[in-house]
C-alpha cells in the first residue's frame, strides 16, 4: 500500500477496521460507516501486511499540538481521499477511480483504496509471504502474482473496499471501464473494457 500525507489520512486509508481515524478528518458518513464483516485476509489485500512502515506519527506523543493550523485544513474531501489511492497509477485507471468514486459519493457509497500501486519489492515481499501461507508457488500465485506479472506493479489494478463499495463498483464500473477480474477477489480492479461496454468474463484467480 502506498501511503502519502499526514498521518491523521493515514489512519483513515489504513482499512476498513480502522475507525480511530479521529474526527479531525471523519466525515459524519464513515462514523456510521459499518465494519465489513467478511473483509478477507490474504496477503496481498485489502491491508497489506508486509507493507514497509514509514518511521511514522507517533502522533500522540508528539510535541505539536493536536490542533495545529496544518492539521485543521486537512478537510475529508473526496479529493483527498481519491488523490492518495490513486498515487502512482497509471492516468488511465486513476481517472477512471476518480470518475468513479465521485458518482459512487452520490449514491452514498464510499470507495475506498486499500492497495493500489506497489513496488516490485513489496509485491516480492508479499508473493513470498504467500508461498508461505499457501505452500507453494502454484497456490500462492492465485491471490499473489510475482512481481514481473502483478498489475499493482505496473499500475493498473486497485485493491478496493469496504465489501459494499466493491459491490457498487462491480455493478457500475464499466460505465468507466472498470471490472472485476477474479471471481476469488470481490476487492480487486483494473481497466479492463471500453468505458460504456460490458466487462469481460471474470477468471476463477489469477
Ligand atoms: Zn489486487
Redesign the pocket.
Known amino acids: 500500500m502506498v501511503l502519502v500525507g499526514g498521518g491523521s489520512v493515514t489512519r483513515a486509508m489504513r482499512g476498513a477496521g480502522d475507525t480511530g481515524a479521529g474526527p479531525v478528518i471523519s466525515p459524519p458518513s464513515a462514523a456510521v460507516a459499518p465494519r465489513e464483516p467478511g473483509a478477507p485476509r490474504e496477503p496481498?489485500?485489502p491491508r497489506d501486511p508486509g507493507a514497509p512502515r514509514a518511521p511514522t506519527p507517533s502522533a500522540p506523543r508528539a510535541p505539536t499540538p493536536r490542533a495545529s493550523p496544518v492539521a485543521a485544513r486537512t478537510t475529508p474531501t473526496t479529493a483527498d481521499t481519491n488523490a492518495m489511492g490513486t498515487s502512482h497509477l497509471s492516468p488511465a485507471l486513476a481517472r477512471a477511480l476518480t470518475a468513479a468514486t465521485v458518482a459512487a459519493r452520490r449514491d452514498g457509497v464510499r470507495i475506498r483504496v486499500i492497495?493500489g500501486y506497489r513496488t516490485a519489492a513489496h509485491q516480492q515481499q508479499l508473493y513470498e509471504q504467500a508461498i508461505r501461507t499457501y505452500g507453494s508457488a502454484r497456490l500462492a500465485r492465485r491471490w499473489v502474482l510475482p512481481p514481473a506479472e502483478?498489475?499493482?506493479v505496473r499500475g493498473t489494478?486497485?485493491?478496493v473496499g469496504p465489501r459494499s463499495a466493491a459491490a457498487w463498483l462491480q455493478a457500475h464500473g464499466d460505465t468507466w471501464g472498470l471490472c472485476r477480474r477474479y471471481d476469488n477477489?470481490w476487492?480487486?480492479?483494473e481497466v479492463a473494457t471500453a468505458p460504456g461496454t460490458h466487462c469481460p468474463a471474470r477468471a476463477p484467480h489469477a
Do not use: L, P, Q
Request: hydrophobic letters at 45%; aromatic letters at 16%; a negative charge.
Open positions: 496481498g489485500a492497495s502483478s498489475a499493482h489494478a486497485v485493491d477477489e476487492w480487486h480492479f
